[in-house]
């Protein structure tokens, strides 16, 4: 598996070895010791699945008391991934990275406990799939807005952007200032 790096601390993109021929192809989406030989120690618990239509954009979400570090990737379709840095000691804090994952290029984004996380799907449908490192709290849910200004977050333009009624409601980040108190390495 590849690791690179990107330049908010701990956020990483995968990329999986991809065994293929013409049968088809086999990977590894997760291995707990490939995972621990390179330094990430996570404790997967809960794994989730969506389909969305082309437009659709979900995020920023995060939960406030009960953060979570997320394994995602798209197994059908493009997504524009993104993840906001909301650690209080972070010198990135406030600041994104995004990434396209697609089910051709199968790259994986690793979201550490700290960050908000939203996605655009690029594509006719999405299938997008991740695993959390803390179970799912709905009283404990927690937004930013996709469009903050102050964040920048420079998604690709879709006509006919699709959000849910909360996602549009959600505060800027200088409405809920919010800092997770987790390590940044």
């Not at 330094?39 to 809960?46: A, E, K, N, S």
């Not at 659709?56 to 991934?81: I, M, N, S, Y």
């Not at 979201?111 to 799912?136: M, N, Q, T, W």
């Not at 200088?174 to 390495?185: I, S």
Request: glycine share 8%.
């Amino acid at each position: 598996m590849k690791i690179e790096k990107t330049e908010i601390e701990g956020l990483l993109v995968l990329s999986p070895d991809i065994h293929g021929d013409e049968r088809g192809y086999f990977m590894e989406s997760y291995n707990k010791k490939d995972f621990e030989k390179n330094g990430l120690f996570y404790d997967f618990v809960q794994d989730n699945e969506s389909l969305s239509s082309k437009g659709v954009l979900r995020g920023l979400h995060f939960q406030k008391k009960h953060p979570q570090a997320k394994l995602v990737r798209v197994v059908q379709g493009e997504v524009f991934d993104v993840a906001v840095d909301l650690r209080k000691n972070s010198p990135t804090y406030g600041k994104w990275h995004g990434v396209l994952l697609s089910d051709s290029n199968k790259k994986m984004f690793l979201i550490p406990r700290g960050f908000a996380h939203g996605f655009l799907v690029l594509s006719e449908k999405a299938k997008f799939v991740y695993k959390c490192d803390d179970f799912y709290h709905p009283e404990d849910e927690g937004g930013i807005r996709y469009d903050d200004k102050d964040i920048n977050v420079q998604w690709p333009e879709v006509e006919g952007l699709l959000l849910s009624k909360k996602d549009q409601e959600h505060p800027t980040l200088r409405e809920c200032p919010l800092a997770f108190e987790v390590e940044t390495k």
